[in-house]
């Protein structure tokens, strides 16, 4: 319960795993999903109310157009962030090597991607992931 609000196990569970549980996206989307529901009149967060959240959340991220553009001028494959999103491995299927090293290089100088280790790369942000998903299908 946070200043007279409480929200709902199942809000709660969403808004966790549409960030992945990371602290400033947590904090975003619990912020948008406190100032919904107060603006609805409601002392809980319900769960029609965080998924609002999540998605405003994930389209407050400035990162969409501009990075995805700024990959297309490097030369980085939409292919590859797509895999990445989607958990898949990118250097699988016969990919060129250096195509996707590149890629994933920027991603990781971008702070967007981290090595866990060799070939298993993750988004820093889970919401990046979603918004990936979103407008790359």
Request: hydrophobic share 35%; charged share 30%.
């Amino acid at each position: 319960m946070t200043a007279g609000f409480e929200i709902a196990p199942a809000a709660r569970g969403l808004l966790l795993d549409a960030t992945g549980g990371h602290l400033d996206d947590t904090v975003r989307a619990a912020h948008k999903a406190f100032s919904q529901a107060r603006a609805l009149g409601r002392g809980e967060v319900k769960l029609d109310t965080g998924h609002r959240a999540a998605d405003r959340t994930t389209e407050g991220l400035a990162l969409g157009s501009s990075q995805l553009s700024e990959a297309d001028r490097c030369g980085m494959s939409r292919d590859r962030l797509r895999e990445l999103a989607y958990g898949r491995r990118p250097y699988a299927g016969g990919r060129d090597p250096s195509t996707v090293r590149r890629t994933l290089g920027r991603l990781v100088a971008w702070a967007r991607v981290v090595r866990e280790r060799r070939a298993q790369d993750r988004f820093v942000e889970t919401l990046f992931g979603r918004d990936i998903r979103r407008g790359l299908g």
